[in-house]
């Protein structure tokens, strides 16, 4: 459960970074893949680095949802980020 709950946030995070940041976005596909990418990345470094009271210790708790819906979205907009800049720097 805690998976689904950062890929879906790190697709929110992707879309929402597109549309708040023009120059990284990719459209709606892009964002939601690279979102995607970057929450599963970003939920999986919460857990392993065990992110205090965020991690809740991994249950499905108040603190431990906050903490992968605030980790997915974050990895979604980084991954959004790096992938617009390989796809400008390779002149696409």
Do not use: H, P, W, Y
């Not at 939601?32 to 499905?60: D, F, H, P, Q």
């Not at 980084?78 to 390989?86: W, Y």
């Amino acid at each position: 459960m805690e998976l689904i709950i950062s890929l879906i946030a790190g697709a929110i995070g992707g879309n929402v970074a597109g549309g708040a940041i023009k120059n990284i976005n990719q459209g709606t596909v892009i964002n939601s893949i690279a979102g995607i990418l970057g929450g599963g990345l970003g939920g999986s470094i919460l857990s392993m680095v065990g992110a205090g009271a965020l991690a809740g210790g991994g249950g499905l708790d108040v603190m431990s949802i906050i903490g992968q819906l605030v980790s997915g979205g974050v990895g979604g907009g980084v991954v959004l980020a790096v992938v617009s800049a390989v796809r400008k720097a390779l002149g696409k």
